[in-house]
T-cell receptor, first 113, second 113 residues
Framework: AQSVTQLGSHVSVSEGALVLLRCNYS??????LFWYVQYPNQGLQLLLK??????LVKGINGFEAEFKKSETSFHLTKPSAHMSDAAEYFC???????????FGTGTKLQVIP | DTAVSQTPKYLVTQMGNDKSIKCEQN?????MYWYKQDSKKFLKIMFS???????INETVPNRFSPKSPDKAHLNLHINSLELGDSAVYFC????????????FGEGSWLTVV
């Protein structure tokens, strides 16, 4: 069975500081991994995804994530936080051939001016 | 030109009523989903249809009944609404073979009073 654990339900960073949101997954087969962002009162928007190939994936708004199989992790980073990055971030996992996508419990990112 | 659109966006109704939420996607996807997001932002899959065929049916009260008239539409009907049904319901879609990438609608905020 697939599952996702997001460490830290709330993360606060100063504007301009590094953003690091942690995600660990469990999957019995090679996973597909995703990060989504949700702004208040809106739907979820895809930030980036890993399916196969290069383990460092770049997404929108300057975010990137690295798939580390040995650590079963897919942490999301951004070198310099911006006020507009304040939102809820969800990590998700899926498996090839099985269309169920399982989401983590979310991490709320607060950016302090 | 909204990709995944759902209506209504806001719905306030009394306990015991029956209501429907409609969803349409114009992305040419073959799979559609309903997710429920509770007050703690936890996202849980409810149903998934592939080409009008039900493929995922999580443990959901049978008061919830999805209907897919064609692969571009997936509606959700809820009978005998209860206070605990208050949540945000997200419709989503994906294309088989596209790495299970899910695209979400803007959500329908259901409040049962």
């Amino acid at each position: 069975a697939q599952s996702v654990t997001q460490l830290g339900s709330h993360v606060s960073v100063s504007e301009g500081a590094l953003v690091l949101l942690r995600c660990n997954y469990s999957s019995s087969v090679p996973p597909y991994l995703f990060w989504y962002v949700q702004y208040p009162n809106q739907g979820l928007q895809l930030l980036l995804k890993y399916t196969t190939g290069a383990t460092l994936v770049k997404g929108i708004n300057g975010f990137e994530a690295e798939f580390k199989k040995s650590e079963t992790s897919f942490h999301l980073t951004k070198p310099s936080a911006h006020m507009s990055d304040a939102a809820e971030y969800f990590c998700a996992v899926s498996e090839a051939g099985y269309q169920k996508v399982t989401f983590g419990t979310g991490t709320k990112l607060q950016v302090i001016p | 030109d909204t990709a995944v659109s759902q209506t209504p966006k806001y719905l306030v109704t009394q306990m015991g009523n029956d209501k429907s939420i409609k969803c349409e996607q114009n992305l040419g996807h073959d799979t559609m989903y309903w997710y429920k997001q509770d007050s703690k932002k936890f996202l849980k899959i409810m149903f998934s249809y592939n080409n009008k065929e039900l493929i995922i049916n999580e443990t959901v009260p049978n008061r919830f009944s999805p209907k897919s008239p064609d692969k571009a539409h997936l509606n959700l009907h809820i009978n005998s609404l209860e206070l605990g049904d208050s949540a945000v319901y997200f419709c989503a879609s994906s294309l088989k073979g596209e790495g299970n990438t899910i695209y979400f609608g803007e959500g329908s905020w259901l409040t049962v009073v």
